[in-house]
């Protein structure tokens, strides 16, 4: 490949997702590098979403459900979600899926094993880019690979989770279960998410949202405890495991940088839920399009005033009553109309659907932080 007219650094969710975006354009696309540090893909995790419109991934859909489950303990609430479903994608064959495209594709090429060391140098009109073994010119560079040192963020939603196989049938493979507020609160807001793939086999996560990133070491007791609650303490055998802490909320804008960023600490994940793929692949869609439009790469937009605001202000809440976290959160799915709160949390909400969700929630707590935030700083502005 000669000259290049874009490095991608980083080739996961967000670089892939960019990638393969290019490749629709065949050699009319720019002359793309993927340089992702991983010698090969496996399947590390699974993403899931509510598919609020048509995708280009539907044949990549490993699972779906029509109606998901929010409680305590026993009492767990069911609503239909049947409009949107509840999709869930593993990650291996959505790598795969974007390597085959790329193969097909003279003008955008992805080299594995690629570690990219320190940050983009600027090169007259260009970049270089160094790898252990390599340096690399393009005209633009997009940075998907997280920050060094991890900023600080609001809160994390740190989890842990595992795709278990039982004997006897122990899950309702029609019904997720979105949260279950089953531990008593002790780091954070803490809860169960729990995809039922059959009634044998289901991928159970602990998860908590607090104020510290924790190790999957952490979680262990929880997510074994929780395993053994949903199966009855009987033998499971675990096919695979996931953990990861994902930023909700940065406390402070990051360094600017010259060159652009994106991926899930530069706005791809929705503060307020920690949910990123929808929103890495709408970046992608905006992305590929300027760059086959004017040529530049664009960065993800910042929120609207409004959701920004709602989201900082739910997770000061969060962040300084935790022991409220269920009551909020089971009461946002009580009360608003689920429809409402899926167009929300998906950024597709209205001002109507903020108008409602706000009026789902009870306003003590809500007040004094969006009045302890406005004497801080603007609503929006996280910090
Ligand atoms: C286990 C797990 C489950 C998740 N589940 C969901 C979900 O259900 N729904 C949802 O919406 N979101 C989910 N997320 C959040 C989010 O969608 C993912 O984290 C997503 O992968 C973020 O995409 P990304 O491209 O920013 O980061 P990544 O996919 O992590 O990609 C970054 C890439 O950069 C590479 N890299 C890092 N440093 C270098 C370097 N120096 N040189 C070259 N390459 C480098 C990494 O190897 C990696 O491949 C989940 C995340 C995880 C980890």
């Known amino acids: 490949m000669g000259e290049l007219d874009l490095l991608v650094l980083g080739g996961g969710c967000a670089g892939l997702a960019l990638a393969l975006r290019l490749t629709d354009h065949g050699t009319s696309s720019p002359r793309t590098l993927v340089l992702e540090g991983r010698e090969g893909y496996e399947d590390d995790r699974t993403w899931s979403f509510w598919r609020t419109r048509a995708h280009r991934f539907e044949d990549l859909v490993s699972a779906s459900w029509n109606r998901m489950a929010v409680g305590s303990g026993g009492r767990l609430e069911t609503y239909d979600c049947g409009a949107t479903p509840y999709q869930m994608l593993t990650a291996l064959p959505y790598y795969e899926h974007v390597q085959e495209r790329i193969e097909g594709c003279g003008a955008v090429s992805l080299q594995l094993g690629a570690r990219v060391t320190g940050d983009p140098v600027p090169d ?42 039982v004997e006897a049938p122990s899950f309702d493979p029609q019904v997720l279960t979105l949260m279950d507020f089953d531990d008593p609160n002790r780091r954070g807001v ?40 949903l199966v009855g303490g009987g033998p499971v055998s675990v096919r695979r495991s996931e953990h990861s802490a994902l ?46 439009g004017d040529g530049t790469p664009r960065a993800v937009q ?70 302890a935030a406005l004497l801080r700083r603007p609503l929006g502005e996280v910090g």
């Open 302 to 371: 910042p929120d609207p005033l409004l959701r920004r605001a709602m989201d900082t202000v739910f997770l000061r809440v969060l962040r300084a009553e935790p022991e409220r976290g269920p009551e909020l959160l089971a009461g946002l799915f009580a009360r608003a109309s689920t429809e409402r709160v899926i167009r929300f949390l998906s950024d597709l909400g209205s001002p109507l659907d903020a108008l409602a969700i706000v009026g789902s929630l009870p306003p003590g707590p809500f007040l004094r932080e969006a009045g």
């Open 124 to 165: 007259g009109d260009g970049w270089l880019v160094r790898t252990a073994h390599e340096t690399f010119r393009a005209r633009h560079v997009i940075d998907t690979r997280p920050p060094t040192p991890l900023p600080e963020c609001l809160l994390w939603q740190s989890f842990l989770g595992q795709v278990v196989t």
């Open 190 to 229: 803490q809860f169960s998410y729990v995809l039922p793939l059959s009634a044998h086999e289901a991928l159970v996560e602990t998860t908590v949202f607090g104020p510290q990133a924790l190790a999957a070491s952490e979680l262990r007791g929880d997510l074994d405890r929780a395993t053994a609650r």
């Open 247 to 292: 930023p909700m909320g940065l406390a402070g804008p990051l360094t600017p940088r010259p060159w652009v960023q994106a991926g899930l600490f530069h706005g791809g994940a929705r503060p307020s839920t920690g949910y990123a793929f929808q929103r890495i692949q709408a970046w992608a869609d905006t992305c590929a399009a300027s760059l086959l």
